[in-house]
Structure formats: C-alpha cells, structure tokens
C-alpha cells in the first residue's frame, strides 16, 4: 500500500493539486504508523501538512498536525507531541470557523 500512496502523491504533485497530494501523504504517513516507521510518517506527515497549506485546507491542516502529534508521542517526544496537538486544536478552531460549527 505504501508504495501506491507514494506514486498517487507524486501524481497529484506535478498537476499541482495539492488537496488531493495532502491526501494521499496524509494515508502513506498513516500506513507507516501502521507499520511503526515513525521517521517516514513524520516525513510524510510534514510533506502533508505543507501541501494542506497550499491548498488551504484546515481540515487536512488538522489531520496532518494531529497525525505529527501522535508520531511523536509514539516516539516519546512529549513536547514535540504536545506542540503539534496545539496547532492541531487551531486548526480545529478555523475548521469550526470555516463550518460555524461549535466546538
């Protein structure tokens, strides 16, 4: 699966589509969690949250931040872990801005 991830994302990456790019980096980060290759989920997790960036999206924002939280929890990297919570919780808040849905 890993493999497949990483070509969708690099696909999505030379049409510019960087929503669908923050996707796909954001399921291969998600499949090396599953398979305990933290270094590559935070890589890739980063590389998500640039392109969520580029695109704008919050919700990706979050999913990418929240996901750099837990690698670095599993990693018992508590203050990076706790530092990317906080930004996952500002992105939930524009998210919530976004949607005018209270959190």
């Known amino acids: 699966g890993v493999i497949y991830h990483r070509e969708a994302a690099n696909l999505h990456s030379k049409t510019k589509n960087f929503n669908s790019e923050a996707k796909c980096l954001c399921n291969l ?8 290759n933290y270094p590559s989920a935070s890589e890739s997790f980063k590389n998500a949250l640039s392109s969520a960036k580029s695109a704008d ?10 996901g750099l939280g837990a690698v670095h929890y599993q990693l018992e990297e508590h ?6 919570f906080n930004h996952a919780l500002v992105a939930l808040d524009s998210i919530q ?3 005018g849905i209270a959190r």
């Open 97 to 99: 801005q976004d949607t």
């Open 29 to 36: 980060a998600f499949a090396y969690t599953q398979l305990k």
């Open 79 to 84: 203050n990076e872990a706790i530092k990317y």
């Open 57 to 66: 999206n919050h919700y990706l924002q979050f999913q990418a931040t929240e």
